[in-house]
């Protein structure tokens, strides 16, 4: 199947700083996703993005389509405890002729008080 | 609104037993889908069902995997027998329609194969 490269895989950072992460593809992709999931939990859709160069905020969180449709990211600022999670990019792919979310394996991020 | 229901939460059994996962989903919502996520990695969809019928298996085991939504509502799916490699989370996620940006996760099932 597709493969969606995160990175980094992990992450400390310090309460109150900003966060980058990435997701990158060798195939095109029309739509990127970011999801969280918490501890015991399923994933939450944080942002979606639909067209390429498009820049999208849901508070604190902004994520970006990038131009060649190969990558996106996710960026966090003033990072606080309840940021801590995996964050998932994911995107519809085809492979056997029908179209199926696909998933990266995740950043998890970890924010020291 | 009450989001996707996932039953049991945890699940303990001995590889060659059976298990089953049972799924409600959101009030209404005509899609369902089934998806692994082994640690350390994102979910895998297994199986989708619009209504009572199955949109894409291609990526469910079928040789131990089954699953089923009778009435259009509930889902179970079942795993026999089951493979140390079967240890993972087994979410369930419902949406109204086949949209990519509309798909609710339920908290999963975690099991683990001894």
């Known amino acids: 199947g597709q493969q969606l490269n995160q990175s980094p895989q992990s992450m400390f950072i310090q309460e109150g700083e900003d966060v980058s992460m990435n997701c990158t593809s060798s195939s095109i992709f029309n739509t990127w996703l970011w999801y969280k999931q918490d501890p015991g939990e399923g994933p939450v859709l944080l942002i979606a993005l639909y067209k390429a160069g498009e820049l999208t905020s849901n508070g604190r969180l902004t994520a970006q389509f990038g131009i060649t449709r190969k990558d996106s990211f996710l960026n966090i600022s003033a990072s606080i405890p309840s940021d801590v999670g995996i964050y998932f990019c994911a995107g519809p792919y085809s492979g056997a002729g029908s179209y199926q979310l696909t998933f990266g394996k995740g950043t998890k991020l970890s924010v020291i008080p | 609104e009450a989001g996707v229901a996932q039953s049991p939460r945890y699940k303990i059994i001995e590889k060659r037993q059976s298990v089953a996962f049972w799924c409600n989903p959101i009030s209404g919502h005509a899609t369902l889908y089934w998806y692994q996520q082994i640690l350390g990695q994102g979910p895998k969809l297994l199986i989708q069902f619009q209504n009572n019928g199955v949109v894409d298996d291609s990526q469910l085991p079928k040789d131990r995997f089954s699953a089923e939504r009778l009435k259009g509502v509930d889902s179970t799916l079942k795993i026999q027998p089951a493979k140390l490699e079967d240890s993972a989370v087994y979410l369930c996620?419902?949406?109204?329609?086949?949209?990519?940006?509309?798909?609710?996760f339920g908290p999963g099932t975690r099991l683990t194969v001894t």
């Open positions: 996620a419902s949406s109204p329609r086949v949209r990519w940006d509309e798909q609710y």
